[in-house]
């Protein structure tokens, strides 16, 4: 590859550009071909797959069936990324975006359709009333940090871990300059839980579950294998919080939550 490479005036898109998620990726949105996804008998069904934002959801759904709320029941389905299954009509018209996870409510009428998993947390944690302070500044710094991980994984995942795991070349500029901003956002972390039980105070919150899936799971070095490169171990009081929620039962079970095909 030329390491002088200069964009064109106009670009075009290069199937042959290599990575892992090549034969995924495409410039445009939209459904690719006709699909009918499974719906299951429970009032919430889940389509998603165990990737950190999937697993963010299975947390929230196993930490409400640990306390056996009513309603909070569901069905989840597997949607593979890899086999284009995103780009499927019914997925597309839950989802208009094509990633996962995609939850539907049909304990409502008309059923909601929900995509985002910042916003299907937030969703959840409103209608079971769990999981999210009920004190206005509390919230607010709930909110706060949900909303920063919503915006600072993809430096993580389609930065970091792209460029270090994925790329099929590896280039010094693209993997120092994620490389530098994801310690810098594990620091933030490990500053904010030095006085804290979890990101809000004593309170287990969607704050500390959309995190965990992301950042707990590269400080327990089960992210990109990145553990020893990134030096994670230094990260003291982040490892205490993140060891404390890989502990929970509901958090294992969403690791390997067990996902029923779509066909």
């Known amino acids: 590859m030329d390491n002088h490479y200069q964009p064109p005036k106009i670009w075009i898109n290069n199937q042959a550009n290599g990575g892992k998620f090549a034969s995924t990726n495409r410039p445009t949105a939209g459904a690719t071909h006709e699909q009918h996804l499974p719906i299951g008998k429970n009032p919430l069904q889940l389509y998603s797959l165990n990737t950190p934002n999937g697993i963010k959801i299975n947390m929230l759904l196993e930490e409400l069936a640990e306390l056996g709320i009513e309603g909070a029941q569901y069905d989840a389905y597997k949607i593979d990324i890899m086999n284009g299954d995103q780009f499927g009509s019914d997925f597309v018209a839950i989802n208009p975006n094509s990633k996962i996870p995609a939850l539907v409510d049909n304990s409502v009428n ?15 944690a409103e209608k079971f009333e769990q999981f999210i302070p009920t004190d206005t500044a509390k919230r607010a710094e709930c909110l706060s940090w949900l909303f920063w991980q919503m915006g600072a994984a993809p430096y993580v995942g389609g930065g970091f871990g792209h460029f270090y795991a994925y790329a099929p070349e590896k280039f010094e500029y693209a993997i120092n300059r994620f490389t530098m901003e994801t310690k810098r956002q594990l620091d933030l972390l490990d500053r904010h839980l030095a006085t804290r039980t979890f990101m809000v105070g004593n309170d287990y919150s969607i704050a500390d579950i959309a995190i965990w899936a992301w950042y707990g799971q590269l400080a327990l070095g089960k992210l990109y294998n990145a553990g020893e490169f990134l030096q994670v171990q230094n990260y003291t009081h982040l490892q205490r919080w993140a060891k404390n929620l890989d502990d929970r039962p509901a958090v294992q079970r969403a690791l390997t939550l067990p996902l029923q095909p779509i066909a």
């Open 110 to 124: 008309p059923p909601i359709k929900l995509f985002e998993s910042g916003a299907i947390l937030l969703y959840l």
